[in-house]
């Protein structure tokens, strides 16, 4: 079975500052990868999927980026943040061939 | 259109309490692909379940069960004699067939909040 690995945990950030959030994926080969944004209270946001290795798509626009360097890697990152990028972002993982995602266990973003 | 709508923002209930949890779909497509999954105040989401748009069997797990009607695009979750560990936000997504099955992108509901209280 998968294993989805997320990191850091928290992160309480400046806005303007970076952000490079990192996930990994364990037990499976060619997933396709997620990134969703949970505002407080509120529902999940797709801000990215990858179907392969440099393969991204933008579910919405803004200041956020994605990169998948290797197969079971998927990074999040941003040149400055802003407050509205507060948020749960949690990645996913879907097996080749499969059906269910499977989510790691999320980080905490605040940014003041 | 794709869309999932859980009317239920908040749902509280006392222990051993039966309770469900209603879902509803919307999709253009004959294939497609519903799920549950259960976000504890830890913040992962667990999946539960999946069920595919050809299969109409309704499914029990334990104290879960779940009743899927094509008739209505709906697909509801009821736990039956509730416990305070059940207290999470629940929620209910839909996939399509995406062309060659290659995105598999969820569209989630906005999710019920569940409180089971003892």
């Known amino acids: 079975s998968q294993t989805i690995h997320q990191w850091p945990a928290t992160l309480v950030q400046p806005v303007g500052s970076p952000l490079s959030l990192e996930c990994t994926v364990e037990?499976?080969?060619?997933?396709?990868l997620y990134w969703y944004r949970q505002a407080a209270g509120r529902g999940l946001q797709l801000l990215f999927y990858?179907?392969?290795?440099?393969?991204i798509s933008s579910e919405v626009p803004q200041n956020l980026s994605a990169s998948r360097p290797q197969d079971r890697q998927f990074i999040l990152s941003s040149k400055k943040l802003l407050l509205s990028d507060s948020g749960f972002y949690l990645c996913?993982?879907?097996?080749?061939?499969?059906?269910?995602?499977?989510f790691g266990p999320g980080t905490r973003l605040t940014v003041t | 259109a794709q869309k999932v709508t859980q009317a239920q923002t908040e749902i509280s209930v006392v222990e051993k309490e039966d309770v469900t949890l209603d879902c509803v779909y919307e999709?253009?497509?004959?294939?497609?692909?519903l799920f549950w999954y259960k976000q504890p105040p830890s913040g992962e989401l667990v999946f539960l379940i999946r069920?595919?748009?050809?299969?109409?069997q309704n499914e029990i797990s334990g104290r879960y069960s779940w009743n899927f009607q094509k008739s209505t695009s709906s697909f509801n979750f009821t736990i039956t004699a509730s416990q305070v560990v059940d207290s999470a936000v629940y929620f209910c997504?839909?996939?399509?067939?995406?062309?060659?099955?290659?995105?598999?992108?969820?569209?989630f509901g906005k999710g019920t909040k569940l409180s089971v209280k003892p």
């Open positions: 996913a993982s879907r097996r080749d061939r499969g059906y269910e995602q499977y």
């Open positions: 037990g499976t080969s060619n997933p396709n």
């Open positions: 990858s179907v392969g290795i440099g393969q």
């Open positions: 999709t253009r497509d004959t294939t497609y692909y």
């Open positions: 069920r595919n748009s050809f299969d109409e």
């Open positions: 997504a839909l996939s399509e067939e995406a062309l060659g099955g290659s995105q598999g992108n969820l569209i």
